[in-house]
């Protein structure tokens, strides 16, 4: 079955430079959520989109921003990079974002920022 | 903030039931309870989900109080494969998206 497809698997950026990341729902699915894991810690939510809107936002930093298309495939653009940027994204995505409806992830964008 | 509570660390040994428990006393009446895990650095895993009825499938079997103030994830026959975080995670409605929060999860460690 096919699943949430994430690119790319790593990433190396130098401070102050940008990068994009970007998200692969499982086909039909309409809600994308962002996470981000620092090392040792827990995957924090930063934002999530359902057809095409923004539906909620956590501690997304301003310096980052993200929206999703008319294919459902979200991005994930993230500027003025931070040695603390550093950190494994995830994505996940469900069909229509409801409680009773399954999210699954992907494996993941590893950023390196040095 | 997690609305959760689990051990920090559990040792299970392989091939016994590894039974992981988690107490969610503010759940309110329509959130899920859901169960994921992360194998190191991988993508969190979904592995059941619940609101009030107990659930099975091919992975874990998910008890629920009658209060639905707690829950128990029952791995049947654990392996070495089950060594991962497993997070106890209530679904919560809010603005419109039912986003999962994570809390510290519980490590799971099982041995030969």
């Known amino acids: 079955a096919a699943g949430v497809i994430q690119s790319p698997r790593h990433l190396i950026k130098e401070k102050r430079e940008t990068a994009t990341l970007k998200c692969y729902p499982i086909?039909?699915?309409?809600?994308v959520y962002w996470y981000q894991q620092g090392p040792g810690q827990d995957p924090q939510f930063l934002i999530s989109f359902y057809e095409k809107m923004q539906s909620d936002k956590g501690s997304i930093p301003d310096r980052f921003s993200a929206q999703q298309f008319s294919d459902y495939h979200s991005e994930l653009n993230m500027s003025s990079l931070e040695l603390g940027d550093s950190a494994l994204y995830f994505c996940a995505s469900s069909y229509e974002g409801r409680g009773d409806t399954e999210a699954f992830f992907g494996q993941g964008t590893r950023l390196t920022v040095v | 903030d997690a609305k959760t509570t689990q051990p920090p660390s559990m040792d299970c040994a392989e091939g016994r039931a590894a039974n992981l428990p988690c107490n969610h006393s503010?759940?309110?009446?329509?959130?899920?309870v859901y169960w994921y895990r992360q194998i190191h650095s991988q993508g969190p895993q979904y592995i059941i989900h619940g609101l009030k009825n107990n659930e099975t499938n091919e992975m874990a079997s998910l008890i629920i109080t009658e209060d639905r103030k707690s829950s128990t994830l029952i791995l049947p026959h654990a392996t070495l494969r089950d060594t991962a975080v497993y997070y106890c995670?209530?679904?919560?409605?809010?603005?419109?998206?039912?986003?999962?929060?994570f809390g510290k999860g519980t490590k799971l460690t099982v041995n030969p």
């Open positions: 503010t759940i309110s009446g329509n959130e899920y």
């Open positions: 995670i209530v679904r919560v409605e809010q603005g419109g998206s039912e986003k999962l929060v």
């Open positions: 086909p039909r699915h309409d809600t």
